[in-house]
């Protein structure tokens, strides 16, 4: 069973903005909260990677590819993490997914079907 839920993508102009929702909705406040949590995404041909990532009470971490364009937030009470992408770019286009992190900085759980972000004229 999905642990996580992405949604949000769509098709954008370049310099368009996208909010992305990543949800738990199996999952109770007290497992989600201290989960470090992270936004990773798949171009065509390319290895996934991870973009963004949060942990409560300290700042997020963002790729250099992303940093300054997009901003990784929480709501723990809702179960929820949320990826705002401002000044959006075709070499953004992917298959944007989220995943909780573990100990090693490896993905946690099972991989959702994730969002597709199309950036394009």
């Known amino acids: 069973q999905r642990q996580l839920v992405e949604s949000g993508g769509g098709l954008v102009q370049p310099g368009g903005s996208l909010r992305l929702t990543c949800t738990a909705p199996?999952?109770?406040?007290?497992?989600?909260?201290?989960?470090?949590m992270g936004w990773y995404r798949q171009a065509p041909g390319k290895e996934r990677e991870l973009v963004a990532s949060?942990?409560?009470?300290?700042?997020?971490n963002y790729s250099d590819s992303v940093k300054g364009r997009f901003t990784i937030s929480r709501n723990n009470s809702r179960k929820t993490v949320y990826l705002h992408m401002n000044d959006l770019k075709p070499e953004d286009t992917a298959v944007y997914y989220c995943?909780?992190?573990?100990?090693?900085?490896?993905?946690?759980?099972?991989w959702g079907q994730g969002t597709q972000v199309t950036v394009a004229t």
């Open positions: 949060i942990t409560t009470g300290r700042p997020p």
């Open positions: 199996r999952m109770i406040f007290s497992v989600f909260s201290p989960l470090v």
């Open positions: 995943n909780a992190l573990d100990s090693t900085n490896q993905p946690k759980y099972d």
